[in-house]
C-alpha cells in the first residue's frame, strides 16, 4: 500500500486524507497542534506555544466569515448549521470536525506531531518529525508528500522606512485577537484587503481615529464609520509621525499591519527545489504539483478562492495521476504549460507577489484543473456566488452580513432578504 504523508489537519489536510483513503492508499496527517481546523482554530496564545512554536492560527474572536457558507463547504459536503450566509467561526470548525467524523480520518491524525523536515530520498521522502508530547525524533518514509500547511500563518511585514524608530505601538493582523487594545487610540492600518477591510470596521467601534492606508487606485466605495479616512501608501515614518505619499502627514499611537502572509515552508529541504519568490511559490504545475518531484503536491495554494472546494478538486486531481488512471505531462511539458500560463497572467497585470490570486478568474483554474485529470468540476454557481459576495463585501462593508443567499441549482443562486 502507497504511503501519503499530509502536513496540517486543516481544510486542505482533511479533504486530502479522505481522497487518499478512497484510492486505497495510507494517509497519515501530522498536525503540530492538538486541534483539528488549522486557521480556524482559536486561541488566546500570541507568539509562540508551549512548545516554542510560533502561533500558527490568525483567528479572532468574534470573527464571521467574510464569505457566504453556502461556498465553503466542500463539494458533497456542505455546511448546513444556519439559516444565515455569514456564520461565526465555530461553525466552520464544527463543520471541520463532523467532516473528520463522517470520513473517519482522526485515526489518520497524529496530534501534536511537528514535522522537522522533508528529504527526496531516491523514489521516496524522507519526514522527519518531532512528537512534541515525547519530544522524541521520528524518520518516516512515504512514496507521496500533501503539503497541506495553509498560507495565513507567517506574517508579511512591508519595508517602510523609519519604521524602527517609531515610538508607537506596531503589531500585524495575526496577533490580532479582539479590538480591546485599540481602544481610544489613534490608529493606522496598512493594507486594504480583507483583513484590512474587516479590522478597520470592528477597530473602528472603539478607537478614537482610524486611517486606512491602501494603493488601490481609487477610494472604496464602501461606506465606513464616521472616525474612519483613507490615505495613500506609507512614504515613511517618523518617531511620532507618519508621512504619505501626497505630501500628507498625521500622528498616530499605533500602526497596524494587515499587509497578508508569507508562504512559508521550513520544513522543506532545499533539495526538494521548491523555492519562493516574492510570494511566487516555484516551481509547481497547475499551482499545485512540483514539477521537480511530482510525487509532492501542495494543495490550497491559491487564495480568493472557494477554498475548501478547490482543495479538494486538488487532492483529486493529484490522486488522478498519483494512481496512474492518468500520466503526468513530462517536466518539459508541465514547465512550459506553468510558463505559458504565468506569462497570461503577468500580461495582464498580475505582480509577481499575485502569482496564485484567483479572485474572478477561479472559474477558469478549476476547469482547467478538470479538464486535465477528467475529473468533475467545481459547480458553477460556486464561482458565481463568490465573486458577488465579494464585491457585496467592497460595496457595503458594514451591512453586507446581513445577506441570506440560497443555491438553486448548479448554475444560479438566489438571496432571499
Same mark, same amino acid.
Given at each position: ?8 489537519? %486543516? ?7 479522505? #481522497? ?41 474572536? %468574534? ?58 530520498? #531516491? ?11 515525547? !519530544? ?111 505630501? @500628507?502627514? $498625521? ?24 523555492? *519562493?519568490?516574492?510570494?511566487? *511559490? ?22 480568493? *478562492? ?16 498519483? @494512481? !496512474? ?11 512550459? $504549460?506553468?510558463?505559458? !500560463? ?16 484567483? %479572485?474572478?478568474? !477561479?472559474?477558469?483554474?478549476?476547469? $482547467?484543473?478538470?479538464?486535465?485529470? $477528467? ?15 465579494? #464585491? ?26
Amino acid at each position: 500500500m502507497k504511503r501519503v504523508c499530509i502536513v496540517g489537519a %486543516g481544510t486542505a489536510g482533511l479533504c486530502s486524507a479522505r #481522497r487518499v483513503l478512497e484510492n486505497k492508499m495510507s494517509a497519515t496527517i501530522y498536525e503540530q497542534t492538538d486541534q483539528i481546523g488549522g486557521t480556524w482554530v482559536y486561541t488566546d496564545r500570541i507568539g509562540t506555544d508551549d512548545y516554542g512554536l510560533d502561533i500558527h492560527s490568525s483567528m479572532y474572536q %468574534g470573527l464571521r466569515t467574510n464569505l457566504p457558507k453556502e461556498v465553503m463547504g466542500y463539494p458533497d459536503y456542505q455546511i448546513q448549521a444556519s439559516d444565515i450566509s455569514y456564520v461565526p467561526s465555530e461553525i466552520v470548525r464544527n463543520f471541520l470536525e463532523q467532516f473528520t467524523n463522517k470520513y473517519q480520518l482522526r485515526d489518520c491524525i497524529k496530534f501534536l506531531h511537528y514535522v522537522v523536515n522533508i528529504i527526496p530520498k #531516491r523514489d521516496k521522502w524522507q519526514v522527519i518529525v518531532n512528537d512534541l508530547k515525547k !519530544q522524541s525524533i521520528k524518520f518516516e518514509l512515504y512514496d507521496y508528500v500533501m503539503v497541506c500547511n495553509g498560507h495565513y500563518h507567517t506574517p508579511l511585514y512591508p519595508s517602510i522606512e523609519g519604521a524602527n524608530i517609531y515610538k508607537g505601538y506596531q503589531l500585524h493582523s495575526h496577533d490580532y485577537k479582539n479590538p480591546s487594545r485599540f481602544k481610544d487610540e489613534t490608529v493606522l492600518i496598512i493594507g486594504a484587503g480583507p483583513s484590512g477591510m474587516d479590522l478597520c470596521h470592528e477597530i473602528s467601534k472603539v478607537a478614537k481615529k482610524v486611517t486606512l492606508s491602501h494603493h488601490l487606485p481609487e477610494s472604496l466605495k464602501t461606506l465606513f464609520r464616521f472616525n474612519v479616512d483613507q490615505k495613500p501608501d506609507v512614504k515613511y515614518v517618523g518617531e511620532g509621525r507618519v508621512h504619505f505619499m501626497d505630501g @500628507t502627514m $498625521d500622528e498616530y499611537s499605533i500602526i497596524f499591519y494587515c499587509t497578508g502572509y508569507k508562504y512559508a515552508f521550513p520544513f522543506l529541504s532545499t533539495d526538494c527545489g521548491i523555492h *519562493v519568490d516574492d510570494n511566487y *511559490v516555484q516551481p509547481l504545475y497547475k499551482h499545485c504539483i512540483n514539477t521537480n518531484y511530482p510525487s509532492m503536491a501542495f494543495i490550497g495554494i491559491p487564495y480568493y *478562492v472557494c477554498a475548501a472546494q478547490m482543495c479538494d478538486l486538488q487532492a483529486r486531481f493529484c490522486m488522478k495521476f498519483w @494512481t !496512474q488512471q492518468k500520466s503526468l505531462p513530462s517536466q518539459y511539458e508541465m514547465l512550459t $504549460d506553468t510558463k505559458q !500560463q504565468m506569462d497570461a497572467r503577468f500580461a495582464k497585470g498580475y505582480k509577481k507577489r499575485q502569482a496564485h490570486m484567483m %479572485g474572478e478568474e !477561479q472559474g477558469f483554474y478549476y476547469t $482547467d484543473l478538470a479538464k486535465t485529470a $477528467d475529473i468533475e468540476d467545481i459547480k458553477p454557481v460556486m464561482t458565481l456566488l463568490h465573486n458577488e459576495s465579494s #464585491r457585496r463585501f467592497m460595496d457595503d462593508l458594514l451591512h453586507f452580513r446581513d445577506d441570506i443567499f440560497r443555491i438553486v441549482d448548479d448554475n444560479h443562486f438566489i438571496k432571499i432578504n
